[in-house]
């Protein structure tokens, strides 16, 4: 199966882990609430990482739960992990084999916490250390550019949250997830011509804020990854810190801006991009306006939730740099000097 396959199979994928860990996930939720710990402490790499980004917003507004990111190499190479006394020890892997990422919920499991799995394999050495797991069910993903496997991780991270909150509209919008990517996926045949302005693109940004601070990190990595291209992720927010200083007229700037809490902050920025910097301006958004400025204006359905918005924007982030690999004539299936699965201790 091909990336091109795999990107489009990701509504499929979502409906099935929906239909199928519901359930568990209402265990786990339950697990979390009768243990009552004080803070998330979660483990990941690479994109598994970003995921963890969208949980550190998602469980801390929607479930008051605080996260903070593992550092693994305290407990592999320096062998000094923290007193992590009540906390909730996640792991979230594609492969569940990367050592380091397993000895973090070892060591939480040890020190008495409960611990939980988020992966692609639940017989893996990161399941088998965990004392509850969530298989993302995602299917074998072959190609090494991670996609299905992502937005699967973020549904798991949604289901999560939705079965603590004990809430039924959050669960119905999460539902329409798989409609909402197939709207994107409409998108794929204009993208492919979008993608082709930017086939000698070498460097950019990419700016999120809120849920989609994970996007940003995400799309960027996809860059990197598949083109080659020097993507350098920003919150909006930290980009107005200095960073803006490199954009100068025709300066790419690639932006995911949905409606939702964090647009008014969005919009002025790339306001400001548009009309005092001339950046070049590749925006997903559901906001007319700001789309109306963009050189390439990617639309989200106008109903979705924000919460949500990072399952669905990735799709046509996915997409775009799908095309443009291809349209910089790299293989987008064997990117240089990478393997599917990445063992880091």
Same mark, same amino acid.
């Given at each position: 199966m091909s990336l091109h396959q795999e990107i489009h199979e990701q509504p499929a994928v979502i409906r099935h882990l929906l239909a199928a860990q519901s359930n568990q996930a209402a265990r786990i939720a339950s697990a979390i609430q009768e243990a009552d710990p004080r803070f998330a402490f979660l483990a990941?790499?690479?994109t598994s990482d970003n995921a963890a980004r969208y949980a550190n917003y998602l469980w801390g507004?929607?479930?008051?739960?605080?996260?903070?990111?593992?550092?693994?190499?305290?407990f592999t190479l320096y062998q000094r992990?923290?007193?992590?006394?009540?906390?909730?020890?996640?792991g979230i892997s594609q492969s569940g084999r990367s050592p380091d990422i397993v000895r973090v919920v070892a060591e939480g499991r040890r020190q008495g916490n409960l611990t939980l799995a988020i992966t692609n394999a639940p017989h893996s050495p990161l399941a088998q250390a965990a004392a509850w797991t969530l298989d993302i069910q995602a299917g074998e993903e072959r190609s090494v550019a991670a996609t299905k496997t992502y937005t699967a991780q973020l549904a798991a991270v949604? #289901?999560?949250? +939705?079965?603590? %909150?004990?809430?039924?509209?959050?669960?119905?919008?999460?539902?329409?997830? !798989?409609?909402?990517?197939?709207?994107?996926?409409a998108l794929d045949e204009?993208?492919?011509?979008?993608?082709?302005?930017?086939?000698?693109?070498?460097?950019?940004?990419?700016?999120?804020?809120?849920?989609?601070?994970a996007t940003a990190f995400e799309w960027a990595l996809k860059l990197k990854e598949l083109t080659y291209i020097a993507a350098e992720p920003y919150s909006s927010a930290d980009f107005q810190h200095g960073p803006v200083a490199i954009v100068a007229q025709g300066y790419p700037v690639l932006a995911v801006a949905p409606a939702g809490a964090v647009l008014d902050s969005m919009r002025e920025l790339l306001r400001y991009l548009h009309f005092k910097r001339r950046a070049e301006l590749v925006v997903i958004s559901n906001d007319p306006?700001? #789309?109306?400025? +963009?050189?390439? %204006?990617?639309p989200l359905p106008a109903d979705?939730?924000?919460?949500?918005? !990072?399952?669905?924007?990735?799709?046509?982030?996915?997409?775009?740099t799908y095309h443009l690999t291809r349209a910089k004539g790299y293989d987008t299936e064997r990117p240089r000097g990478l393997r599917k699965v990445t063992e880091t201790t």
């Open positions: 990941a790499r690479g507004i929607a479930n008051g739960l605080p996260l903070a990111l593992a550092t693994p190499s305290a992990p923290p007193r992590l006394r009540d906390a909730l020890v996640v949604a #289901l999560i949250s +939705a079965s603590l %909150a004990q809430s039924q509209s959050m669960q119905t919008s999460l539902a329409r997830v !798989p409609r909402w990517m197939e709207a994107m996926l204009t993208i492919a011509q979008q993608a082709q302005r930017y086939r000698y693109m070498e460097q950019c940004v990419v700016l999120g804020r809120g849920y989609n601070y306006e700001i #789309l109306s400025w +963009a050189q390439v %204006a990617l979705i939730p924000e919460w949500l918005s !990072p399952l669905v924007s990735i799709v046509a982030a996915q997409l775009f």
